[in-house]
């Protein structure tokens, strides 16, 4: 189930579900989208992309699919719901407003309604055939009661949450431990257990200030046998030593019962390894967190323990 919390590009969500239809996997009955998730439109792609150009060497490198504009426009409360599809002559009318609200917010002339709307009706219709759009909170707290299982997964990590992470080099939303309860409605006394998902060395995609990051053979090696490559977009991540301050950091904001250490296999053949235990930042000392300020942290130099690697094939 996709929250109430996401933003969804339809084109790209059906993209991925020609895959499943293409390796004969039965998705109907069993995914589902909230009705109050946001639609991404082709107006929020082309805003991201060309946002992201003007800033020269200050952009952030978004993947360019329209995030930033479209969870932009729903904090501006002229945004798209999947909800609002059931009722197609009602979306209709509500597309139209958004396009001539937004056009204006974005400054975009000469947009191709058209094509969209057909588009959009087309992949509409599937999902209402398939009964794919539905009051996700109900759901959910429907699955509470009767004592199922539920796990969630957030994307991205905590130092691209817009409140918590590097920002102005974040995402447009948290992807912490808060979006349980803001982005699928779930009661805070309902979780049991956080589990930290960590690679053992550091990864980063897009711009944005990285301390342990290495643009040597270790920092190739680690993106090449990793398959360190972004998944909506391909673009190369960046790799570095491990970091723990970010992990420690990360670990108090979410609360862990549990991390997850990943990818260790990826560290064989390396002849040393490095661990950063802390920052350097003038004569001070910082352990176990991150400065807010992107600018101190900017100044920050890493402090490692080194430690023999090794080279058997642990898979």
């Known amino acids: 189930m996709l929250g109430n919390g996401v933003v969804i590009d339809l084109e790209g969500l059906f993209k991925e579900l020609k895959q499943l239809d293409d390796n004969k996997i039965e998705y109907r009955g069993r995914f589902f989208l909230s009705d109050q998730a946001h639609l991404v439109c082709k107006m929020h792609r082309i805003a991201d992309q060309q946002s992201d150009a003007k800033k020269g060497d ?29 009722k197609w002559e009602r979306f209709t009318e509500k597309y139209n407003t958004f396009i001539e609200r937004a056009s204006e917010f974005f400054g975009i002339s000469d947009y191709d309604k058209e094509t969209e709307l057909e ?27 009767e004592g199922k299982k539920i796990m969630a997964e957030g994307a991205n990590a905590l130092m691209l949450d817009i409140d918590f992470g590097t920002y102005p080099f974040v995402t447009s939303s948290n992807p912490s431990i808060g979006s349980i309860c ?5 009661p ?34 680690m993106q090449e046998v990793g398959k360190e490559f972004g998944t909506t977009t391909g673009r190369p991540r960046r790799c570095g030593w491990l970091d723990l301050n970010i992990v420690q950091y990360a670990s108090m904001i ?12 990826v560290l064989s053949g390396l002849k040393t390894i ?3 235990t802390s920052y350097k930042l003038g004569d001070e000392e910082i ?29």
Do not use: W
């Open 182 to 186: 803001t982005g699928l409605g779930v």
């Open 274 to 276: 490095n661990v950063c």
């Open 188 to 221: 805070p006394q309902a979780i049991e257990t956080c589990i930290g998902v960590v690679k053992a060395y550091t990864t980063r995609v897009g711009e944005g200030y990285f301390p342990t990051y290495l643009e040597d053979e270790a920092g190739k090696h």
């Open 254 to 265: 979410n609360g862990c019962t549990s991390i997850n250490l990943t990818k260790l296999d």
């Open 119 to 145: 588009d959009l009706k087309k992949y509409r219709d599937i999902l209402m055939e398939n009964n794919m759009i539905i009051n996700s909170s109900t759901y959910i707290h429907k699955a509470i009661a």
């Open 58 to 86: 200050k952009k952030i490198g978004t993947t360019g699919k329209g995030i930033g504009p479209t969870y932009a426009t729903k904090a501006l409360r002229i945004g798209l719901r999947i909800g609002d599809m059931v």
């Open 287 to 315: 352990k176990g967190e991150v400065p807010h300020g992107i600018e101190e942290f900017e100044q920050c130099k890493a402090v490692y323990e080194t430690l023999p690697g090794f080279e058997e094939d642990i898979r």
